[in-house]
Nanobody
Framework: EVQLQASGGGVVQTGGSLRLSCAAS????????IAWFRQAPGKEREGVSN????????FYADSVKGRFTISSDNTKRTIFLQMDDLKPEDTAVYYC????????????????????WGRGTQVTVSS
């Protein structure tokens, strides 16, 4: 029912910026949380950031804290990930995902929490 579409990836030099977007369609209410995950070749998919739709609370992986910012527009149907000071280790396919429950914030980075996944968008940071 819920569909997610990630976009905004590209190729950028070290220190540059990109802004990813996740457009959500279908029924979204304040119980949902939206997360960004990323997966580099040969590595496990890891949680990057999460936002609770109703409360606006946000969470970040330590590796991106201070560099990335997650937010939503006033429709709460588009979620952004502003990525600044990009590093080569940020290179990955980035996915957005939706958790319809949003009841276990400490588990936000665990893949089984999420009910819906969007198509990934490639981010490449050149050194």
């Amino acid at each position: 029912e819920v569909q997610l579409q990630a976009s905004g990836g590209g190729v950028v030099q070290t220190g540059g910026s990109l802004r990813l977007s996740c457009a959500a369609s279908g029924f979204i209410d304040d119980d949902y949380a939206i997360a960004w995950f990323r997966q580099a070749p040969g590595k496990e998919r890891e949680g990057v950031s999460n936002i609770n739709i109703g409360e606006g609370d946000t969470f970040y992986a330590d590796s991106v804290k201070g560099r990335f910012t997650i937010s939503s527009d006033n429709t709460k149907r588009t979620i952004f990930l502003q990525m600044d000071d990009l590093k080569p280790e940020d290179t990955a396919v980035y996915y957005c995902a939706a958790d319809r429950g949003s009841k276990a914030p400490r588990a936000w980075s665990l893949i089984p929490v999420y009910d819906y996944w969007g198509r990934g968008t490639q981010v490449t940071v050149s050194s």
